[in-house]
């Protein structure tokens, strides 16, 4: 349930934070029954106008992905003990300037698992039934069954890559589906539910790609147009992980071309996102909603209410 970017243990922490009134600061959008939780554990800023001004004298610094925790930012502080990333990634977080200044940093992992691994599912009915194309085109008064024909996820084979948390969910959900299930991973899982293969062979014989890993250096940038053309022609992609893993213009070609017959993306390099990606029809594009769902939040809420007590107790 708890991740640290760095060595330090939290718990030395305790009696710093148990010391006085906790100033709790909320920088991103959070549920209202979490905020109230909140307050019960300490005085919560919510959403400042000024988020390095309030930091001045904060003791815990709870964000999501939209707000960048870097060295600039932490200049200000040197109250703060813990950073808590509502979500998996913690790379908006910079891990150097944190253990320089000897703030913990935990996220809350396992809560979004579900919700980024049904909306992943989702994504791929949406390519291959064309169900968006479908709605718009309905909305626009008409009625075009024969250029709407799609494809069944039964019998095809998806290749996830990063077979982690969300990525085994997403392999369960299509196998139960019909799929085949091939993945990638630092280590074959066993799970039997997927196939562990190596990478090139996954992008040869996958007919759906759903991409599940964190980012490294090793892996931005790794679907780039070497990649693309090595994936069977007429495939479909799907990232929720990072955006910086795809490279935006040579996923623009492969479409273009036909190499890729579809796209869903949620994340992107950019965010918001107003490249010319918008302007394809063969895209499904969301903005990074992949953890927005009620059941999500509040489990996210309830994780990083716990890790407070936690540290107080």
């Given amino acids: 349930m708890i991740k640290s970017n760095n060595k330090s243990n939290p718990n030395n922490y305790c009696g710093l934070i148990n010391g006085g009134t906790l100033k709790i600061l ?23 106008s000024d988020l390095k001004s309030q930091l001045v004298d904060s003791q815990i610094l709870i964000v999501r992905s939209a707000t960048k925790v870097t060295r600039e930012l932490l200049s200000s502080t040197s109250s703060l003990k813990l ?4 979500g998996v990634g913690l790379d ?3 891990p150097v300037a944190c253990k320089e200044k000897s703030i913990s940093v935990m996220n809350t992992p396992g809560a979004s ?3 980024v691994a049904e909306l992943a599912v989702g994504l791929i009915f949406s390519l291959l039934r064309k169900i968006p194309q479908a709605h718009a085109s309905m909305k626009a008064g008409k009625w075009e069954k024969k250029s709407l024909t ?6 095809k084979a998806v290749g996830i890559v990063g077979y982690g948390r969300i990525g085994s969910a997403v392999g369960r959900m299509c196998k139960a589906l019909g799929m085949r299930v091939l993945y990638t991973n630092l280590a074959d899982l066993n799970d039997g539910v997927g196939k562990h293969v190596e990478l090139e062979l996954l992008l040869a014989e996958a007919d759906v790609i759903s991409i599940h890993t964190v980012l490294t250096d090793q892996t931005r940038g790794m679907f780039n147009a070497q990649a693309f053309s090595k994936m069977k022609k007429g495939a479909y992609l799907i990232n929720l ?8 213009d040579a996923l623009y070609d492969a479409l273009i071309s036909g190499q890729l017959a579809g796209a869903a993306l949620d994340v992107f390099s950019q965010e918001p ?41």
């Fill in 26 to 48: 909320v920088a991103d959008k959070t549920e209202p029954e979490v905020l109230e939780k909140l307050k019960t554990l300490g005085d919560v800023v919510y959403q400042p």
């Fill in 83 to 86: 950073i808590i990333r509502a």
């Fill in 92 to 94: 908006n977080v910079d």
């Fill in 113 to 115: 698992t579900n919700a």
């Fill in 150 to 155: 799609g494809l069944e996820l039964s019998g």
């Fill in 241 to 248: 992980a990072r955006g910086q893993i795809v490279d935006e």
């Fill in 273 to 313: 996102y107003t490249g010319k990606l918008l302007g394809l029809e063969n895209i499904v594009l969301t903005p990074h909603i992949g953890a927005s769902t009620k059941e999500a939040q509040l489990r996210i809420g309830a994780e990083i209410i716990q890790i407070i007590k936690d540290l107080k107790s």
